[in-house]
Nanobody, 126 residues
Framework: QVQLVESGGGLVQAGGSLRLSCAAS????????MAWFRQAPGKEREFVAA????????YYADSVKGRFTISRDYAKNTVYLQMNSLKPEDTAVHYC???????????????????WGKGTLVTVSS
């Protein structure tokens, strides 16, 4: 089993920044695609960003492109999501996820994720 633990959520004003962290267990961290998803109250879970296993390739939802940056530290088994220029519509529970095999799905990435964290809440006030 792979354990994923998110941290770094909190309350910020619009225009502010937060950095989320996701600590992963296991020695095969480098073999996982890592991703962030979010879910606002009453809405479906949506893809936010992903980073490749070792290529360093990154992928972003159009809604966060240019504002958010995903990165990973292999030595620490940790993936990060730097969130800048936050908007009230970014308010959501943010989940870290890991995909063990196969390529990232462009259309439905959440369906291929094998492990999920319990989430961390990000609240952006006006």
């Amino acid at each position: 089993q792979v354990q994923l633990v998110e941290s770094g959520g909190g309350l910020v004003q619009a225009g502010g920044s937060l950095r989320l962290s996701c600590a992963a267990s296991g020695r095969t961290f480098s073999s996982y695609i890592m991703a962030w998803f979010r879910q606002a109250p009453g809405k479906e879970r949506e893809f936010v960003a992903a980073i490749g296993r070792s290529s360093g390739n990154t992928y972003y939802a159009d809604s966060v492109k240019g504002r958010f940056t995903i990165s990973r530290d292999y030595a620490k088994n940790t993936v990060y999501l730097q969130m800048n220029s936050l908007k009230p519509e970014d308010t959501a529970v943010h989940y870290c996820a890991a995909q063990l095999r196969g390529p990232l799905s462009i259309t439905r990435p959440e369906e291929a994720m094998d492990y999920w964290g319990k989430g961390t809440l990000v609240t952006v006030s006006s």
